[in-house]
């Protein structure tokens, strides 16, 4: 469905073989945080998206544990933004900002999108859905 859908939104990106259950258990074991069905959906298919560059539309399971750990524990952080624990990032512009699902007492419970901008610590909404995201990257509807 997913590979597809992108497919059918834009050319420009390619995929990896799926991500393999254990590797879609350890974001959840690692960063404390189910995974929502559209991005656990999407690891099925591919572990990522990328673009001609390997550029990730959709980081690949390791990058979001390895990304995620390191923006919630890094101690330079601390001092100068607020906490990264209330956002589970899973991509990002190619310019400092990322892009996550919010998370709420431990969960993520709905699908809409949110950039964090790295130079005011804002967190914006920018899509509704995982689909939404990705159609609005592809063709220049969400720029930063």
Same mark, same amino acid.
């Given at each position: 469905m997913w590979k597809s859908y992108i497919q059918s939104v834009t050319k =420009?990106?390619?995929f990896k073989e799926p991500a393999h259950l254990a590797d879609i258990q350890r974001i959840q074991k690692e960063l404390r945080v189910d995974l929502p069905q &559209? /991005? !656990?959906t999407?690891?099925?298919e591919t572990n990522g998206v990328f673009d001609e560059f390997n550029c990730p /539309?959709?980081? +690949?399971? &390791?990058q979001i544990v390895k990304d995620n750990l390191f923006f919630r524990n +890094? *101690? $330079?952080y601390k001092d100068i933004y607020m906490p990264f624990d209330h956002l589970l990032f899973f991509s990002d512009s190619g310019a400092g900002d990322l892009f996550g699902y919010p998370i709420l007492n431990g969960q993520i419970q !709905? &699908? $809409?999108i949110f950039v964090w901008d790295h130079e005011s610590d804002s967190r914006t909404w920018v899509a509704s859905s995982l689909q &939404?995201?990705? *159609? =609005?990257w592809a063709n220049d509807r969400i720029s930063i």
């Open positions: =420009g990106y390619h &559209d /991005l !656990r999407l690891f099925n /539309l959709i980081w +690949s399971v &390791d +890094s *101690e $330079d !709905r &699908d $809409d &939404d995201f990705i *159609e =609005g």
